[in-house]
């Protein structure tokens, strides 16, 4: 037993015995030790009475106060409590404020929002990139303080795997990347970057393949219709040269069509966007099964599983291109009577288009670098099949602008799948084009 509890115990036995022991002289020992009870009990009850007024005053804990009795005990354990977590509150504001400071120093504008996408800090970069202060915006919720759609729809959509670019709220001229990382207790940390250089240099990339595009398209028009000319005179000597010169100028005229294709993907993205509309999959797919016969394929063995309740609001010509690419290349890469199954169906996340073949396969080290421009694992059976190297890459881009993705799995030996993932929210449920969209 600690001493102070000590000594209050051998105090109040005393006072038993002493009360005790002097009514008992008066006759009644227990009415003697009841009044010695009586008087320890009552001792107790002012000094914690004192201990609680003094509480209730808002005192402030010292290491000792003998007013308060046996109870300077509980005091005095208390305030090495209150002295540890105050040293624990301390570091952990120093943390934080070493925290802001780096945060403030930082030339990406740090915003940390709340489950309800409220601001509760931002660090000054904010106001240079988007316009934001601490003292008017602090409790505004961030769609309110930017009212770019695509913004709006990312936050609302709460998909954070991917960052989106913008145009700044304050200034046109400045690019912004903005990511949202949740963190915590549904707490957001939301970073953004200034882009302006990057989206700029990519532009004039753009620009640059665009015109360089244009500009040879004109002249090789010019002399493909003079090879076709010399070529229908059927002249004897030096036939085949016109035939094969002929046919590099065709390959020419597909790389850069495909090229453009590529750029004006690229660059009208938003404008690709707004051209979307509910489109009936069914039908294109019959459509596109008829053109693969068409085109020689009856060779080939075709399987079609089509789930015919299953549409997308997308954009038809560039749908249209990704369904198409992907039969192309597995009726390309594949060896006769090979087997080619098209399958669209729903997925827990959204809506899958899958064409797989078990053709020869692609070994595991080009897959992941297949969707870029012009890598082709076979150069040669690419040419000979009229490939630009940019079919797939054209794929990714759409699939991009679809808020989907393209996934690649293969086996040398036993096969291709190319799988093709589109949202949720681009699903519509049955036949009828003029339904709603489910899910967005
Ligand atoms: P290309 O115009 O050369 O076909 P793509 O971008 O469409 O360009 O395809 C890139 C490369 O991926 C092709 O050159 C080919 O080597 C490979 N590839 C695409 N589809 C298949 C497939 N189904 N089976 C095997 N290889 C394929």
Not at 147 to 163: G, L, Q, T
Not at 213 to 237: F, Q
Not at 409 to 428: D, M, N, R, Y
Request: charged residues 25%.
């Amino acid at each position: 037993m600690d001493k102070p509890w000590f000594n209050e115990f051998i105090t109040n036995a005393l006072l038993v015995v002493v009360f005790g022991a002097l009514v008992y002289s008066l006759g009644n020992a227990f009415a003697g030790i009841a009044l010695g009870l009586f008087i320890g009990m009552f001792r107790l009850y002012q000094q914690l009475r004192k201990y609680s007024d003094w509480l209730g005053r808002g005192g402030r804990l010292k290491e000792h106060n003998q007013d308060f009795g046996v109870i300077d005990d509980l005091h005095h354990r208390t305030f090495y409590l209150q002295k540890r977590h105050l040293e624990k509150t301390q570091n952990l504001g120093r943390i934080i404020k070493r925290f802001q400071d780096s945060t403030r120093a930082m030339p990406d504008a740090v915003i940390m929002l709340n489950q309800r996408n409220e601001v509760e800090w931002l660090n000054k970069a904010a106001k240079k990139l988007i316009g934001l202060k601490s003292n008017k915006d602090v409790g505004q919720n961030i769609s309110n303080l930017i009212r770019h759609p695509d913004f709006m729809r990312y936050v609302m959509r709460e998909d954070f795997n991917f960052p989106i670019e913008i145009p700044s709220p304050i200034n046109e001229a400045i690019h912004v990347r903005i990511r949202i990382v949740p963190y915590g207790d549904n707490s957001r940390l939301m970073v953004i970057r200034d882009i302006t250089k990057l989206t700029n240099l990519e532009n004039m990339r753009q620009e640059f393949i665009a015109s360089t595009s244009h500009e040879l398209r004109t002249p090789l028009t010019v002399i493909t219709g003079y090879l076709e000319s010399i070529h229908d005179l059927k002249i004897k000597d030096g036939q085949n040269i016109i035939s094969a010169m002929l046919n590099q100028a065709h390959r020419m005229e597909s790389i850069i069509k495909d090229m453009l294709h590529l750029t004006r993907l690229e660059s009208l993205q938003k404008h690709l966007e707004r051209n979307r509309k509910p489109v009936q999959i069914r039908p294109m797919l019959d459509s596109l099964q008829s053109e693969a016969q068409a085109l020689g394929s009856w060779t080939h063995d075709i399987e079609m599983d089509i789930d015919p309740t299953l549409n997308l609001v997308a954009n038809e010509t560039e749908l249209y291109s990704v369904f198409s690419n992907l039969v192309n290349n597995a009726l390309r890469y594949t060896p006769t009577d090979s087997k080619i199954k098209v399958s669209w169906q729903r997925y827990k996340q959204g809506a899958r288009y899958i064409v797989e073949d078990n053709g020869p396969g692609i070994a595991q080290e080009h897959l992941s670098r297949l969707t870029e421009r012009f890598y082709r694992v076979d150069i040669d059976r690419s040419r000979n099949t009229g490939g630009t190297g940019l079919g797939l890459a054209i794929v990714k881009q759409i699939m991009k602008q679809h808020d989907g993705q393209i996934l690649i799995e293969s086996k040398q030996g036993k096969g291709s799948k190319f799988i093709c993932e589109f949202p949720q929210h681009l699903i519509t449920g049955t036949d009828n084009p003029d339904l709603k969209i489910v899910g967005s």
